[in-house]
């Protein structure tokens, strides 16, 4: 597609449960991030890959969360034994490179029950 | 590292009226700035960006003006439409990366017919 996929849009998980988030990014584009978006929030900075290579992984909350881009292409964000604090939406955005925009996918809600 | 702040966190106009937002920045080496419009269930999307070696950047009814003395930048938005209701984030660089950004915390239009 032209735009980020990212997959599922909604995904509601027990506390304890294990998570997987998918990210399509624009053909192409080396880099890609992951933010989290509490409601009422900007998106707060997670990781960001330039190709396969994770480059940034200082805003991951805690060693439960965990980002691979194994080809430099799709991407997926795996959160181990959620907590309700996770819940949160997921927003992936690949980018062309340095001082260039950002394009979003529409991100995974994210409810830990 | 960047700090960005936003204001007004909200913001109601007739339709038809203009509105602006502000948004301040604290690093003088940042030098690109993204706009972005977020609508309900939706990823942000970018309406308008500036960089550091221009003042002001018009796009139809969508401008950005740039103080990078005063490490200033707003969106303006002029004879304002009920679609332009959303919340419009605006975004500074990381110091010292040029991909990965700092977002405002906001603003949630809303456009009165």
């Known amino acids: 597609g032209a735009g980020v996929s990212q997959s599922p849009r909604y995904k509601v998980a027990k506390r304890g449960q294990d998570v997987a988030l998918r990210c399509d990014p624009i053909?192409?584009?080396?880099?890609l991030f992951w933010y989290q978006q509490a409601l009422g929030q900007g998106p707060e900075f997670l990781t960001y890959?330039?190709?396969?290579?994770?480059?940034?992984k200082s805003g991951l909350p805690s060693d439960r969360f965990f980002a691979e881009r194994p080809e430099g292409s799709v991407s997926t964000l795996k959160i181990q034994r959620t907590q309700q604090e996770d819940s949160a939406v997921y927003l992936c955005a690949s980018s062309q490179g340095r001082n260039s925009p950002l394009h979003f996918g529409n991100g995974t809600r994210l409810t830990v029950t | 590292g960047e700090n960005v702040e936003q204001h007004p966190s909200t913001l109601s106009v007739q339709e038809g009226d203009s509105a602006v937002i502000k948004c301040t920045y604290s690093d003088s080496a940042s030098n690109y700035f993204p706009w972005y419009k977020q609508e309900l269930g939706k990823g942000p999307q970018l309406i308008i960006d500036i960089r550091s070696n221009v003042g002001e950047k018009k796009d139809q009814r969508i401008a950005v003006t740039l103080n990078k003395t005063a490490k200033h930048f707003s969106l303006h938005i002029t004879e304002t439409q009920p679609e332009d209701s959303a919340v419009y984030f605006c975004?500074?660089?990381?110091?010292?990366?040029?991909?990965?950004?700092?977002f405002g915390t906001g603003t949630s239009l809303t456009v009165i017919p």
């Open positions: 053909s192409g584009h080396v880099s």
């Open positions: 890959f330039q190709n396969e290579a994770q480059l940034d």
């Open positions: 975004a500074a660089p990381k110091t010292n990366t040029g991909n990965q950004f700092y």
